[in-house]
Every structure is written in structure tokens, then in C-alpha cells.
């Protein structure tokens, strides 16, 4: 049965016109799905029953499964969300005094393999679908209003402010349906956010970060994490396929039409590993030609990950490197760790198809 989550307001307006209907009530039915969070067509009082008959016979309004909420004492807020038999993945929403960022995943587990990420070892299963993709928004939505006391909000009233792509998965490996999906988040008829507020985290897919240029510009950051291609090749293996040199020229492409004038770089701070002060200054000359601003991440531990956070003090002699450079520089604060919700915590429930969990419990098993 068509999911009429699936689709774009183009979409769903084509699907209108396939089945013989007038095209503006894409635009109405979008306003009832996304702005308004209503998934039963009874509800949609300005549809005419005969539509809503047929719309209840030949389709559906089918979200992902709420299989776990959890809340920390900063307040951030986590969704386990059911993708099929043994699979999950995880949504967090993280309240702050100006705005609220939802963190939202794209695939089940990562193909990618960084070595310092928690949902790079556990593999990967398949894409999110957009209606898994854009369902976490809608269930975050839902669930921040009832328990604000609102059921309807007017759009100036946003809980969720902010999106950005960086819960489980590489969100340019899933391309098609992430695109869908971010430009449901910008429509006016449904969630109306600003491209600015909605920022798509990559560890670098040079030509997909080139096609969203012209499909989707939002705001970019790059998960950088090592200043010279021997360390990145290591780190982020997607180095080797697409090294510095490539991403830097990408990056600079990219900002020709990004809806800021900076990329983001993130910098996961590995202790000993990439935290020194000449990787600080090897990581001014790499970045030299781009317009950009820093995001230092601690790391986030997790079992068995083999690394240590950088020390508070170290962070602070590479932070004021970057900083004495003219960089803007922040050091992202850890939120939700009480209940897992960190950066690279993010484990949600992966059935490996590329059998990696359990190569590396037998590394870990034979190096014990
Ligand atoms: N796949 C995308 C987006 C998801 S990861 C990407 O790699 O950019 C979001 C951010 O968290 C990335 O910068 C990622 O490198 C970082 N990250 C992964 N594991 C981490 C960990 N254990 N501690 C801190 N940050 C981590
Ligand atoms: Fe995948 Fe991003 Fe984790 Fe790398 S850091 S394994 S790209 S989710």
C-alpha cells in the first residue's frame, strides 16, 4: 500500500493526479500529516468524506515503531525507533535555552567503518526509508507537544528548531531518500524550516556532497576528524577513496551554494591519537582555503572502542590553536550520556549483513 509518508509535496501532488484528483490537495493533506501531526484521515476535516474513503482504502499514513523513550536530566530526550525484525535505530532531541536539535539517523547501522564510531562497528543493515526518515521528526514532534500540554501549534511555535543528520548512518550513502526527506523538513506545508536549520553531517562522499549542492543545498559539516590523509585513510576510511585534498576542493565547491558561508568541521578528539599540537597546525594548512568553523567532539566512549578521550587540558591547547588562527572554535558539550544519547553512542539494534560485529569481536577476543 502507498505510504503518503514517502513523499515529497512534487510527490504527492503527481500521486494526486494519478488517481484522478485535484493537485492542491497534496498541499492539504501535506499540512495534516507534518504541520499538524495528524495520521487518520477522519481527522482531516477540510477533505471531502468521498476522498477520505478512498484515501483510507488505497493508502496509508504508517510511521516507524516507538519502541523505547527515554529522557536524561539535561533534559535531552531519546527515541528508539523499530525498523523491522531485530533492528532499531535512535533519535535524539536535545533542548537548549534558544533552539531544539533533533538528531536524526539514515541508515541502520554504517557501511563506513570510522574506527573511533559506535554504529561503524556494528555494521550495517539496510537505508531508512523516507518515511522512516521523516517519521522521526513527525514522532518527536508529536510527543514534545503532548508533553508541552499542545496538540495543534501554530509553525512559530517550533519545539524542534533545528535537524541535523548525524544519528546513525552516512546520510549522502542513502542519497535519494535523505534528499526526500530534508525537503519534506523545509516545505512550508510541512515542517518549514530555514536550510540554515537543517545541517547534514558527512565523513565525506565528495561527489554526492557536489549532487546536493544543486538538489538540497542545507548547511554542511564535515566530519573531518584528522589533519593529514595517513591518520584519515586510518580513521575514517572513506578517506581513501576521496582524500583531503579532494574533500577541501568539494567543500569550497559546496559553498558557492550553501545557505551559509562556512562548512562545520567536526574533530573527534582521540587521546594521543590526533590531538596534538602539530596536528592542530597541520589542520590549519588542510583547511586554509575554506571558510570554516571547528567543532571539537570529545569522544565518546563506548565498549571495547580501544580509545580514550582526549584530555580536558589538550583540548583546550589545540581549541586555542584554531582559535588564535582567527577560527570560530566550540567544543561540543556532551548531552544525554546518562542515557547513551552521545555523539557515536547512538547503538540502536543492527542485524550485521556485513558480518563486522563479529570480525571485530574476534580481533577484540584474540588480541585478549
Ligand atoms: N555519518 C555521518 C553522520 C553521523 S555521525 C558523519 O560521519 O559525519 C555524527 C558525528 O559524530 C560525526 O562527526 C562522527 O564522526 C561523530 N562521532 C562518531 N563516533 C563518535 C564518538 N564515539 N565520540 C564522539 N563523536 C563521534
Ligand atoms: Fe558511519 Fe559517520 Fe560512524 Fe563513520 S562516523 S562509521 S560515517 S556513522
Not at 35 to 61: C, P, S, W, Y
Not at 150 to 161: G, M, P, V
Not at 223 to 233: E, V
Not at 338 to 355: E, N, R
Amino acid at each position: 500500500m502507498v505510504n503518503l509518508l514517502d513523499f515529497n509535496l512534487p510527490q504527492l501532488t503527481q500521486y494526486f493526479e494519478s488517481i484522478g484528483e485535484k493537485p492542491f490537495r497534496a498541499k492539504q493533506i501535506m499540512r495534516w500529516m507534518h504541520h499538524f501531526g495528524v495520521n487518520d484521515f477522519e481527522q482531516m476535516t477540510d477533505i471531502a468524506k468521498v476522498l477520505r474513503e478512498k484515501l483510507t482504502r488505497d493508502t496509508t499514513i504508517a510511521l516507524p515503531h516507538v519502541e523505547l523513550e527515554q529522557i536524561s536530566n539535561d533534559g535531552t530526550r531519546k527515541w528508539l525507533i523499530g525498523t523491522g525484525v531485530g533492528n532499531s535505530v535512535e533519535t535524539v532531541f536535545i533542548p537548549e535555552d534558544d533552539r531544539g536539535t533533533l538528531c536524526v539517523s539514515s541508515q541502520v547501522g554504517c557501511a563506513l567503518e570510522c574506527t573511533f564510531c559506535s554504529t561503524g562497528r556494528q555494521g550495517f543493515n539496510r537505508n531508512l526509508s523516507v518515511s522512516e526518515i521523516i517519521g522521526q521528526l513527525w514522532i518527536a514532534n508529536k510527543s514534545l507537544r503532548a508533553a508541552d500540554g499542545y496538540e495543534l501549534l501554530s509553525a512559530n511555535d517550533r519545539i524542534i528548531s533545528n535537524v541535523v543528520m548525524m544519528g546513525m548512518g552516512e546520510p549522502l550513502a542513502n542519497y535519494d531518500n535523505v534528499v526526500t526527506a530534508m525537503q519534506i523538513m523545509l516545505d512550508d506545508a510541512a515542517y518549514g524550516l530555514s536550510r540554515r536549520r537543517v545541517t547534514l553531517s558527512t565523513s565525506g562522499m565528495v561527489p554526492s556532497i557536489d549532487r546536493l549542492k544543486e538538489d538540497c543545498p542545507v548547511a554542511l559539516a564535515v566530519s573531518l576528524h584528522a589533519p593529514n590523509d595517513a591518520l584519515r585513510d586510518e580513521i575514517v576510511p572513506i578517506n581513501k577513496k576521496y582524500p583531503l585534498k579532494a574533500l577541501m576542493a568539494a567543500c569550497e565547491r559546496y559553498l558557492v551554494k550553501a545557505p551559509r558561508d562556512f562548512v562545520t568541521f567536526e574533530y573527534v578528539m582521540l587521546d594521543g591519537v590526533n590531538d596534538t599540537v602539530e596536528h592542530a597546525h597541520q589542520l590549519l594548512d588542510v583547511v586554509q582555503n575554506v571558510p570554516c568553523k571547528f567543532n571539537l567532539i570529545p569522544f565518546n566512549p563506548f565498549p571495547n572502542s580501544g580509545y580514550d578521550t582526549s584530555k580536558a587540558s589538550q583540548i583546550r591547547v589545540f581549541r586555542d590553536i584554531l582559535m588564535q588562527a582567527g577560527y570560530i572554535v566550540t567544543v561540543r558539550k556532551t548531552r544525554g550520556d546518562d542515557i547513551d544519547a552521545a555523539c557515536g553512542q547512538l547503538a540502536g539494534k543492527v542485524l550485521d549483513k556485513t558480518k563486522r560485529a563479529a570480525r571485530h569481536i574476534a580481533i577484540i577476543a584474540e588480541a585478549e
